[in-house]
Each structure stands twice: as C-alpha cells, then as structure tokens.
Nanobody
Framework: QVQLRESGGGLVQAGGSLRLSCAAP????????MGWYRQAPGKQRELVAV??????NYADSVKGRFTISRDNAKNTVYLQMNSLKPEDTAVYYC??????????WGRGTQVTVSS
C-alpha cells in the first residue's frame, strides 16, 4: 500500500463545481489504476470514476457531469465535478491499484452540495 494525499473537497451550492486531486508517491512506472469512490451517510461505498490502462469508466449517475483525468508524471489523479447535485454529497475516496503496489485508499475528502 501507498499513502495517498487528497485535496479539493468542500461546500458548494447545487449547480456548482469542485475539483478533487489525489497524489500518490513517485514511482518509476505508471500506476495501473487510479480512481474515485464515494460514500454517503448510511450507504455503501460506490465507484464514481476510474482510469485504468488508458480506459475510463463512470457511474451512470455522474456521466456527463464528472471527468476523471490523470497526470502520470506526477502520479496524480483528478476528478472535475460539474453541475453538482445535493445527492453528490458524500465523502470521496481516492483509490489506486497496481500489482507492484497493491490496493491503496486515501483518507477521504468531504464534498457537500447544498440545495
């Protein structure tokens, strides 16, 4: 496992935007999978978006509103969140996986969308 540093959460009004960042330690290789999950109160953690092997996947609920991107030179993954809705309120967790590093989670960053 590796330590992940998340930033960018906060409080925003519905319709607004936030950008989350997650930095992993430097490596001599490109981390295979980097992504974002979220967990709302009383609900299970769910996949939001993932970038793996050059492909990206999104939860249906965020398609067209959220964009995942990564800077492999910095081992950083971003989540641009637009047109935010109150139902997007959750703790957002960064996740990385690579067979050389194992599976790692960030501590989470709170995103709150007010109506």
């Amino acid at each position: 496992q590796v330590q992940l540093r998340e930033s960018g959460g906060g409080l925003v009004q519905a319709g607004g935007s936030l950008r989350l960042s997650c930095a992993a330690p430097k490596t001599t290789f490109i981390i295979n999978t980097m992504g974002w999950y979220r967990q709302a109160p009383g609900k299970q953690r769910e996949l939001v978006a993932v970038s793996s092997g050059g492909n990206t996947n999104y939860a249906d609920s965020v398609k067209g509103r959220f964009t995942i991107s990564r800077d492999n030179a910095k081992n950083t993954v971003y989540l641009q969140m637009n047109s935010l809705k109150p139902e997007d309120t959750a703790v957002y967790y960064c996740n990385t996986y690579d067979r050389r590093l194992g599976n790692s989670w960030g501590r989470g960053t709170q995103v709150t969308v007010s109506s």
